[in-house]
């Protein structure tokens, strides 16, 4: 069985760091699994999980990513991971995309992503945007605020009613004064 590595990171966005990176791992013989990658301001982050050939060790995937790692700017990290870790995970109860909307202020993510904990759900990908309405004329009033908007991926467990999650996220947009939308998944089997 091939081992498996997860390899994360980050640096200064440019063209062709995505192209660079997996060629090099192709040639090494790696097959990527799963990935997630990002702008984020100007930095680019990503996370990959893959294979490598048993004949490959993990430091010698790193020796050779040292050159690739210099000529993007880029840092890597590289972490074996353990049999169990490599098996796909069985999601049991619902999923849901959880919308968060309104004006930009601290403890927002904080909120949200404690009351869903406290529920027992699991938030499987979490993405974050601040930004600032365009400038229009205001006539002299203080300019616009900034928005901020959050959108998240969980999983409930069967025990969570879609009534109650609702219910629980209205009361906290209401303390939170933020917009708060649920929709759950609809799962479509192959």
């Not at 990176?21 to 100007?42: E, K, P, Q, V």
């Amino acid at each position: 069985m091939n081992k498996g590595v997860v390899i994360t990171g980050v640096g200064r966005d440019r063209v062709g760091i995505v192209a660079e990176l997996t060629d090099a791992l192709f040639g090494l013989g790696c097959n990527l699994l799963d990935s997630s990658m990002t702008l984020l301001r100007g930095e680019f982050a990503i996370i990959l999980m893959m294979t490598i050939p048993d004949d490959l060790a993990l430091s010698d995937l790193q020796k050779q990513l040292e050159k690739v790692q210099k000529r993007l700017g880029f840092a890597l990290h590289l972490r074996e991971l353990a049999e169990e870790e490599m098996a796909i995970a069985e999601e049991t109860g619902s999923g849901y995309i959880i919308s968060v909307y309104g004006a930009d202020k601290p403890g927002i993510v904080s909120g949200v992503t404690r009351r869903l904990s406290e529920m027992g759900a699991n938030i499987t990908d979490v993405e974050t945007k601040r930004s600032t309405p365009p400038a229009v004329s205001t006539g002299g009033a203080a300019p616009a605020k900034p928005i901020f908007l959050m959108v998240l991926e969980v999983t409930a467990p069967v025990e969570l009613k879609t009534e109650y999650l609702q219910k629980e996220m209205k009361e906290l947009a209401n303390s939170l004064g933020v917009d708060i939308s649920i929709q759950e998944w609809d799962v479509l089997e192959l």
